[in-house]
Structures are given as C-alpha cells and as structure tokens.
C-alpha cells in the first residue's frame, strides 16, 4: 500500500479529533458595565459578566454558558449579584435577563426563558417572564402579579451575544445604546414588561424525562388510552414523576 496513504488514514482521525476539540473549547468570561435608569429615572452602574459553553452543533460557537448581574444598592455600600446559572437539562443558560429594577430597597430581576427547553422547564408562562425578588441573601421567584405594577421598563440590553465587541469596546453602556442595541427585537415582551398574554405557540409543549432528553407531548397525547400512554412512558424512560399520563387522560 502506498505509503502517503496509510500516513494519511493515521493522521486523519487526529485531525477529526482537533476539529471536535477546537469546536468545543468556549472563550473565556468576558465582562462589561451597563448603566442602568431605574423607574424613578435614577441610574446605578451593573456590572455583567458572561462565559459559554452547553449544547451545539458541531462547528457553531458555544451558548451562553452562565451570566451575572451585579450592583451596589444605592445609599448603601451592599454588594448584590444575580446568577444565571447553567442548566444540565437544557444545557446552557436558563434565562436571557431583561431588567434590574429596585423599590422601597427591594431589588428585582425580570428575565425570559431563553429558548423553548427553558420555556417548558420553567412553567411556560405567559407573558413569557421568570421573576426573581432578592429577598436577603437569596434571590426568589415570585409570579408576575407580585411585581410591582411601576416596573415596566426594559434596562438592560439584551442580545449579549453578538453584541460582544459592542459591549467590551463602549463600556460602561448607557440607556441610549442600550435602546439602540435593542432596537431590532419585535417582540411585544422585549419592549417593555407586560401585564397580559402573548402569543407563544411558537414554542411546542415539550416534557422532560428528568435525564437530559424531552419529548413533545403530542408523543403522549396520540396514544390511545392512559395504558398505552403510560406503556410509551415505560419504553421511552419516563419514571412516574415525569410521565404526563395522568394529566393528560386522567388518573387511572
């Protein structure tokens, strides 16, 4: 056999190889100042930091991985941060943040699932947010009714991603940029926080088999009776807690 070729069939599974492996490498933390106009029109700096990593195809730059947002309260000399962390389920981040407000000293976070994994891991609400109040030390959710009804803007600029160089390179980003950077997104939800339903059929119901994979629940809903929809449960790897039998047909 020539020689070039058996030098070739031996060098080429490394390549491959370092292929995968450079795909796979995520970029470092990058962190970047946003200034931020609260409801009162009052301004603190927030500092933002973000880092990759999670699910993607091969070739494709690396999610969002984690994110914080942190800020002193003002008149004091506290220092608060809020955490985006990864989620093993859907892996990557859970939430792209949308606004930091803060009333009677009571901070407040209002986020959206990012993508339709998180959508179904976190409720599906409608309108699509995930509310966090920092109630000392820790942040928690709180539905929508209990955000204060003065909240309602956006502060925070919200496609971080690729507005990267953006961000390191103006930082500290005022509310004029911010706008501007945001100024593409459509959407009714991402314009300011509302109060009533959205479309969000986009977003198929999908249910989670608590080991990593999810499945559209029409996959149960076509099963003819709870017996053989609980039987698909069993063969595809659904435990009782996971399986939607029950709800869908009823307990038996």
């Known amino acids: ?55 993607r195809e091969l070739g494709q730059s690396p999610p969002i991985k984690e994110q914080t947002i942190s800020f002193t309260m003002p008149g004091t000399n506290e220092y608060i941060s809020w955490k985006n962390e990864y989620g093993e389920d859907i892996k990557r981040s859970n939430f792209t943040p949308l606004a930091l407000h803060i009333l009677n000293g009571v901070p407040y976070i209002i986020s959206k699932p990012a993508l339709c994994l998180s959508y179904n891991k976190w409720g599906r609400p409608n309108p699509p947010y995930v509310i966090f109040k920092f109630h000392n030390p820790v942040w928690q959710r ?82 003819p009776d709870i017996d053989a929809c609980l039987n698909y449960c069993k063969r595809e790897g659904y435990d009782a807690k996971h399986c939607p039998c029950d709800q869908i047909f009823g307990e038996k």
């Open 1 to 55: 056999m020539n020689i070039k070729k058996i030098l070739w069939r031996l060098i080429m599974p490394l390549i491959i190889l370092f292929v995968i492996i450079l795909s796979c490498t995520a970029p470092g933390t990058v962190s970047w100042q946003e200034e931020v106009v609260l409801h009162d029109g009052s301004k603190i700096i927030v500092d933002r930091s973000q880092s990759y990593g999670g699910r």
């Open 142 to 223: 709180i539905p929508l009714e209990e955000l204060p009804i003065e909240l309602d803007s956006i502060n925070l600029v919200i496609i971080t991603k690729s507005n990267e160089k953006v961000l390191l390179d103006e930082s500290p980003i005022n509310s004029v940029l911010m706008k501007e950077l945001n100024r593409g997104l459509k959407q009714p939800e991402l314009n300011s926080i509302l109060r009533k339903p959205v479309y969000t059929g986009s977003c198929l119901v999908m249910i989670h088999d608590g080991k990593g994979n999810w499945s559209s629940d029409d996959s149960f809903k076509r099963q």
